[in-house]
């Protein structure tokens, strides 16, 4: 018998990419898709939701490829939860929506969360002081950016590496170090005006 597309699958095939394939492992014993034939296999709801959950997805994050992972995500939990919601089939697109409009709010919370701390790193001058310094190929101011560190406090250099080194905004150093916000805000601005200030009269700067 002819296969007949949906008509939410015809509705945008050339616009929306062709999905990843999900591929999960099966259980033995004839895997996922045993069963009665009135039940639906997971396969079978792969087939047939997939384009329309990659085209809703790519609706809320406006970016197909990460629309994609989001499904596949989403698919993946399906598995993890067939045996119980195969026994109701008609919870499963209901769930599939819901699993997936969750999956794409938790990546837009990631890429803000990215966002920030890259527009704070952008904002601070000790990143600047870093590309003075560490990204120089002059090799007579890496030795001297070298010294200067040996000569701040160990306070200092600790908070100072893991802002430049690891990244990780003031909340994470102060919980990392024990100290408060305030504490680490200081030591750091402290630690870049002193290496500042040498490297200015050293030329460096």
């Known amino acids: 018998m002819d296969h007949v597309p949906s008509a939410a699958a015809a509705a945008g095939d050339e616009e929306t990419p062709a999905p990843r394939r999900i591929v999960v492992g099966r259980p033995e014993g004839g895997g996922i898709a045993a069963g009665p034939s009135s039940a639906p296999t997971f396969d079978a709801v792969v087939r047939e939701r997939e384009r329309a959950l990659v085209r809703y997805a790519a609706r809320i994050l406006n970016d197909a490829d990460a629309a994609q992972d989001v499904v596949q995500t989403a698919f993946l939990r399906l598995h993890e939860h067939w045996e119980r919601l195969s026994a109701e089939p008609a919870r499963i697109v209901p769930w599939l929506y819901r699993t997936v409009h969750n999956a794409a709010v938790d990546h837009i919370r990631r890429e803000e969360r990215r966002r920030r701390a890259h527009e704070e790193s952008a904002r601070d001058p000790a990143l600047t002081l870093a590309a003075a310094g560490a990204d120089s190929a ?68």
């Open 138 to 205: 002059d090799e007579a101011r890496r030795r001297l950016v070298e010294r200067e560190l040996a000569r701040l406090s160990p306070g200092e250099r600790e908070v100072l590496a893991l802002r430049l080194e690891h990244g990780m905004p003031y909340r994470d150093i102060a919980r990392v170090t024990g100290r408060t916000t305030g504490n680490v805000g200081c030591l750091l601005h402290n630690a870049v005006r002193k290496l500042a200030a040498a490297l200015r009269e050293g030329g460096a700067l």
